[in-house]
């Protein structure tokens, strides 16, 4: 069976500082991948998809970017957090058969940035 | 761009069927109806997906008219563990579109 992981679960960022959250599924191969964010309260915000390795469709303009280095892995990555940049975040694995295919959720990443 | 808008929240109590219906009066030919259940500090879990008609697994039926424009979800004899935010969206076919989660529906499950 297939399963998703993220890490950390939980974060607590400084304004400014780096960000980096690591997404890996398993059980799968060639699968498209999601980065979300979620406010408060709010629906889910697509911020990033990949249907390849190294290949990154990005949805909204911000000071995140998203890599992926194996097929596999994804990556969430910010140069200097802001505030605004505080949220739930989620990333997702979809099969390869159309291009948002159904999205099976990891677990999350809850950020904070002060 | 298929936006969708369904209901902010719904109240019901254990036992009942709740129904919640989306509309998404641009859709493409191609377009998958699509939701999501959500429950606190967790990604949402996928329910149930539709092209047309009527669908039915195990925990939903999904009900989408001639014209696609609209689509409703039906719980039968929702329990407590049921209250959380439901998520209509549509799928779109193509490249190049966007797939937007709206706001959703927080159900409420009275005992």
């Known amino acids: 069976s297939q399963t998703i992981h993220q890490w950390p679960a939980t974060l607590v960022q400084p304004v400014g500082s780096p960000l980096s959250l690591e997404c890996t599924v398993e059980?799968?191969?060639?699968?498209?991948l999601y980065w979300y964010r979620q406010a408060a309260g709010r629906g889910l915000q697509l911020l990033f998809y990949s249907v390849g390795i190294g290949q990154i469709s990005s949805e909204v303009p911000q000071n995140l970017s998203a890599s992926r280095p194996q097929d596999r892995q994804f990556i969430l990555s910010s140069k200097k957090l802001l505030l605004s940049d505080s949220g739930f975040y989620l990333c997702?694995?979809?099969?390869?058969?159309?291009?948002?295919?159904?999205?099976?959720f990891g677990p999350g990443t809850r950020l904070t940035v002060l | 761009l298929a936006k969708t808008t369904q209901p902010i929240s719904m109240d019901s109590y254990e036992g009942q069927e709740v129904n919640i219906t989306c509309s998404h009066n641009?859709?493409?030919?191609?377009?998958?109806i699509t939701w999501y259940q959500q429950f606190p500090s967790q990604g949402p879990r996928f329910i149930i997906q539709g092209y047309k008609t009527k669908v039915t697994n195990e925990v939903a039926s999904l009900f989408i008219p001639a014209d696609r424009k609209s689509s409703t979800l039906s719980l039968p004899r929702v329990s407590l563990s049921d209250t959380a935010v439901y998520y209509c969206l549509v799928e779109p076919s193509a490249a190049g579109n966007k797939l937007t989660f709206g706001g959703g529906t927080r159900v409420l499950v009275k005992p």
């Open positions: 997702a694995w979809a099969y390869r058969d159309r291009v948002f295919g159904t999205q099976y």
């Open positions: 641009n859709i493409a030919t191609n377009d998958y």
């Open positions: 059980g799968t191969s060639n699968p498209n």
